[in-house]
């Protein structure tokens, strides 16, 4: 099992819109998640981890390395808040207009953006 990087560019700046990290674990690691295996998407609103098998995330991982969103959405849409799923284009968050996160009873529910191209969805949930 190997480390692997990717960097999504901005449909329309080409800026980042997000970086991919593939990342096996590594028991000792400086805290206690570090010894899972696990995928990191840093660059749009924060650091979302998602853990599993590493076959599993490098199948996710290949997925948004051949831009194959559709594959990636339907198996993790939470993970592909940078990605407009009617444009079919990824987005920084420079990019999107981010609405303020909404509360639901006082705990956090999500936050929703607009893509360049004016297409309303959840960001972050």
């Not at 099992?1 to 990290?21: D, K, Q």
């Not at 594959?71 to 592909?80: I, K, Q, T, V």
Request: with cysteine; glycine share 10%.
């Amino acid at each position: 099992m190997e480390s692997r990087h990717l960097t999504i560019p901005c449909a329309r700046c080409g800026r980042a819109a997000v970086e991919i990290a593939l990342l096996p674990g590594a028991p000792g690691g400086e805290s206690l998640w570090r010894d899972k295996d696990r995928l990191e998407r840093t660059d749009f609103m924060g650091e979302v981890i998602k853990f599993g098998p590493y076959a599993e995330l490098e199948q996710f991982f290949d997925w948004l390395a051949r831009a194959d969103y559709a594959a990636a959405e339907a198996a993790d849409p939470d993970f592909l808040g940078f990605y407009c799923g009617q444009c079919r284009k990824p987005y920084c968050q420079n990019c999107w207009l981010i609405g303020a996160p909404e509360f639901d009873e006082g705990f956090y529910d999500c936050t929703t953006g607009i893509c360049p191209e004016g297409h309303e969805q959840i960001v972050d949930d």
